[in-house]
T-cell receptor
């Protein structure tokens, strides 16, 4: 059973470009979470999704950031018109359907975004 | 701040010694989880302890939870150089925070061979 997969592992973008980060949850998991880790800091929650639904987006910046988890395919975190302050490691986690989102979350290896 | 506090921020010990890391929080919780992160890597789940539990063990790891003091501790016994990493506590709360993990700032553990 493969773990949570994220790609790309490293992404370099110039200011103003778009960044798309992908996350495939563990098999059988229907809850997906995105977190951001700035250098030398802990992880900060961004968004919690189930298939085709955003459950909690209280940690998402109001502009330029969006997330989706379609019926088929990976979850996507999209950052439009990136700025240098978006440079960070973005982690995806997944958890199984039982427990209603309070079970153990399993993390992917992260995508390290660098904005030039 | 809704973030937890972890102490110490950094801990340096010799192989074979025990390492204790503490985590405090301000709001009620459903459960609390401990994770390890090696430099530049993803997070590895260590232990989950629920709000109605007081202690859990896994190998060389022991986690305690005191909900009256809103605090948890992670003890690593007989430490090894390979335990060198950052350790984070993360909690889930009920209500509108359902499913969301709130992380502490972490403790950087260095185990010298």
């Amino acid at each position: 059973n493969a773990g949570v997969m994220q790609n790309p592992r490293h992404l370099v973008r110039r200011r103003g470009q778009e960044a798309r980060l992908r996350c495939s949850p563990m098999k059988g998991h229907s809850h997906v979470y995105w977190y951001r880790q700035l250098p030398e800091e802990g992880l900060k929650f961004m968004v919690y999704l189930q298939k085709e639904n955003i459950i909690d987006e209280s940690g998402m910046p109001k502009e330029r950031f969006s997330a989706e988890f379609p019926k088929e395919g990976p979850s996507i975190l999209r950052i439009q018109q990136v700025v240098r302050g978006d440079s960070a490691a973005y982690f995806c986690a997944s958890s199984p359907p039982s427990g209603g989102g309070t079970d153990t979350q399993y993390f992917g290896p992260g995508t390290r975004l660098t904005v030039l | 701040s809704q973030q937890g506090e972890e102490d110490p921020q950094a801990l340096s010990i010799q192989e074979g010694e025990n390492a204790t890391m503490n985590c405090s929080y301000k709001t009620s919780i459903n459960n609390l989880q401990w994770y390890r992160q090696n430099s530049g890597r993803g997070l590895v789940h260590l232990i989950l302890i629920r709000s109605n539990e007081r202690e859990k063990h896994s190998g060389r790891l022991r986690v305690t939870l005191d909900t009256s003091k809103k605090s948890s501790s992670l003890l690593i016994t007989a430490s090894r150089a390979a335990d060198t990493a950052s350790y984070f506590c993360a909690r889930t709360a009920g209500g509108t925070s359902y499913g969301k993990l709130t992380f502490g700032q972490g403790t950087i553990l260095t185990v010298h061979p």
